[in-house]
């Protein structure tokens, strides 16, 4: 007996209101879906030094090591850690969220010692713990997650850079839930690294890491002693590929996905970085608005609450699977539950990159009202 064919793909329609991916505009799916060409055909160089000119728009950054990992935002986070840490190297973590601790798991298997700066999930990490931990531990890398998707917390950064710049350190940023959604000022704020995921306010899907280094990041990387770590994530080999002078072949890069991204930047930079960042803040404010009026709180405190990802306490009495899976199969609306010590306390709502529109706040709160009815 011959077992019979699946059926062809076809994923029901959702509203992608969760903590990614986000909605994803029909440009950057007919993108995706061009011919593929070779990773070194002429045409394709192109679409690399032109996504490479678009991502440092996006970063606001003039940082010539500016490039897209082939892989997710976790990818983005390795290539970050395993480039400028070797065995050995101290680096201060800090932890107020699933994903600072995904860093700690990163860095140590990287070779790190590791010192966490740690706070309870939901507040953010004041700049005076971090003060006492450079002097104290003196790292070489200070890691810091910027939008804390699992709490919805979101965290200053201008004060923390010079603190750790002026204890000789380098600054290594997660952007993965802030870039295209929030202002992330690379050079203006002195960050030495940082990465992203394409599928969050970028509005693509996931799969690549965009990912910058500052000089002084590439001097730290230049001078290694021992190789990096991971064959793949090796920026010294990478960048040959993605430099104009020399193309050397590395990997196969996702042509497709390329195609998405650069797609994808291209409606963030015809937006207008400064249009994005105030939509994402009006629709924050009225959904805000709207589950305030339905007596649903934020579990994190102004004014550190993130726009693109907002963390709600659940109602009392409230079942938490049987209202999000309510959303889901009766209105197609996908939101996210807790994470680590906030599971089963929070509903975590995305409003990022296409997702962060007023139509989707209205449908949003009308359906979870009849979902608590
Ligand atoms: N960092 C943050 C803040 C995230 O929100 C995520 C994913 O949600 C990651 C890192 C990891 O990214 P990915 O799941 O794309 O590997």
């Known amino acids: 007996m011959t077992t019979p064919l699946p059926a062809p793909i076809c994923p029901p329609r959702r509203i992608l209101m969760g903590p990614g991916p986000s909605e994803i505009s029909p440009r950057v799916l007919a993108a995706l879906g061009a011919q593929t060409v070779g ?100 790292p070489k890398v200070v890691g810091i997650v910027h939008a804390e998707t699992s709490t919805g917390a979101w965290q200053p950064l201008e004060e923390i850079s010079k603190i750790v710049h002026a204890a000789g350190a380098l600054l290594l940023v997660d952007c993965v839930t802030s870039l295209g959604g929030l202002p992330v000022e690379i050079d203006a704020w002195g960050i030495d690294a940082a990465y992203s995921g394409t599928q969050k306010c970028l509005s693509c899907p996931p799969g690549l890491g965009p990912v910058t280094f500052s000089a002084r990041a590439v001097e730290a990387i230049d001078k290694r002693k021992t190789k990096v770590q991971s064959w ?111 599971a089963g306390k929070v509903w975590r709502i995305g409003l990022m990159g296409d997702a962060s529109s007023r139509r989707n706040v209205l449908l949003f709160l009308g359906a979870l009202e009849r979902c608590l009815a």
């Open 39 to 138: 990773h070194l055909d002429p045409y394709f160089l192109q679409v690399m030094d032109e996504t490479q000119a678009m991502l440092r728009q996006v970063f606001r950054t003039e940082n010539q090591m500016t490039l897209a990992v082939s892989g997710t935002g976790s990818a983005g986070m390795e290539t970050c850690v395993v480039n400028l840490i070797e065995p050995g190297d101290k680096m201060v973590v800090c932890v107020n969220g699933v994903f600072g601790g995904r860093m700690v798991d990163v860095a140590e298997r990287a070779g790190a010692v590791v010192t966490k700066v740690e706070r309870p999930f939901g507040e953010i990490i004041p700049a005076a713990a971090i003060q006492e931990a450079v002097d104290k531990v003196k």
């Open 232 to 342: 793949y994530l090796d920026m010294a080999m990478v960048r040959n590929y993605w430099s104009s002078q020399s193309r050397v072949y590395h990997h196969t890069a996702p042509i497709n996905m390329n195609f998405g991204l650069h797609e994808a930047l291209r409606i963030v930079l015809e937006e207008g970085l400064e249009k994005r960042f105030a939509r994402h803040q009006e629709n924050h404010v009225a959904l805000k608005a709207g589950l305030a009026a339905m007596g649903i709180d934020y579990a994190v405190a102004e004014p550190h609450q993130l726009p693109t990802l907002n963390a709600v306490k659940i109602p009392a009495g409230c079942d938490d699977k049987a209202v999000r899976g309510l959303l889901l199969n009766e209105f197609g609306i996908e939101i996210g539950g807790g994470l680590g010590s906030m």
